[in-house]
Every structure is written in C-alpha cells, then in structure tokens.
C-alpha cells in the first residue's frame, strides 16, 4: 500500500492526497508500521528535462531520431545496464529515467550529468545552455497554457463540443 504524505512542523504527517484516506483506513490504530521515505519525481523536473532533449535534437546534425538520442547521452551520462548478446557481445542498455524507476535526487544527478555530456559534445558553455533551457522550457509551458486557454473558451462559447475539441488536439 502507497500512500502519500506531507510533513508538518511538528514532525507529524499529514495525507496528502483524498484518495489517500481510504487507505489510511485500514492501517491498525496503535500499532508500528514500517515507513519507508522516497521523495516524489518533480513533473516540472521531468519536462525540463525533455526541454534538454528537444533542445539538443534541434542544434545536432548527427541523429534524426530523438529517442536515440534519449538513449545515447543517458548511455554517456553513465545510466546504463550492461547484457551480453548470444554471441558474447558486450550490449550497453540505457536505463529506465521513468517515475517508479528513479527517484528525485538520482534524477537531479542524472540531469546534471547530462548536461555535462552535452557541454562537452557541442562544446558550449553550461551557463549558455541552462539559460536556453530555460528559455525553452518556459515557452513550451507558456504555449500549453495559451493553447488551454484558447481551447477553454471556444467550449465556453459553446462552439464546439469537447470530444471533437480533444480529439483535434491529439492530432
């Protein structure tokens, strides 16, 4: 059973969550439970990262498919799993960045590693990139919102119906 919890001051714990309660329920009044303390992945984190990503991909000539590139520098970063083939062939494979995969504080490494990796690949500045990443980042969220917004209210207005909404969106 997962539930999720918030500190307060006085070290005690608070749900986090109302889906959280019925859970609560059923653990026993007044008795020891075993905790186990693993930070939740920050979503804006994760995103931030993909910024990296599309970044990288759109000022490199070498690739011309991103997941490669994905695999590639996460590789590089030093977050592999090594298998051997059927014919003994050493296969370095890129390891799982997913949320259940790894935590906050490996992924904060794992980005600064790969940032590492890209300084020195395209020989920029890191300064340079974390401000273009920033950049970046920052104009993805603010399109999503505008794109939101916009799409807000033309439901509003009643001009459209949602399902045909979403799935013109998903196109």
């Known amino acids: 059973m997962k539930i999720t919890l918030i500190k307060q001051l006085n070290n005690s714990f608070k749900l986090a969550f ?4 019925e859970l609560a329920k ?5 008795e020891p439970i075993e905790f186990e303390f693993t930070k939740k992945r920050n979503y804006k984190f994760h995103k931030k990262f993909f910024a990296l990503l599309n970044l990288v991909f759109e000022n490199q000539e070498v690739y011309n498919n991103l997941e490669h590139l994905r695999k590639d520098l996460t590789i ?6 090594i298998r051997h083939n059927f014919e003994g062939v050493e296969i370095y494979e890129p390891k799982s960045i997913s949320f259940a995969q790894m935590e906050e504080i490996e992924f904060s490494e794992f980005y600064n ?6 300084i020195k690949w395209l020989g920029i500045e890191k300064q340079e990139i974390i401000d273009n990443i920033e950049q970046y980042f920052w104009l993805d969220c603010f399109l ?4 939101y917004y916009i799409c807000l209210s033309i439901v509003r207005a009643g001009s459209i119906e949602m399902k045909e909404l979403l799935k013109s969106s998903q196109k």
Do not use: C, F
């Not at 059923?26 to 007044?30: F, G, Q, V």
């Not at 999503?144 to 794109?147: A, K, L, P, R, V």
């Open 113 to 118: 590693r790969i940032i590492d990796v890209v």
């Open 76 to 81: 590089s970063a030093g977050y592999y799993d």
């Open 18 to 21: 109302n889906s959280d309660y």
């Open 26 to 30: 059923k653990i026993p009044l007044n």
């Open 144 to 147: 999503y919102w505008i794109n």
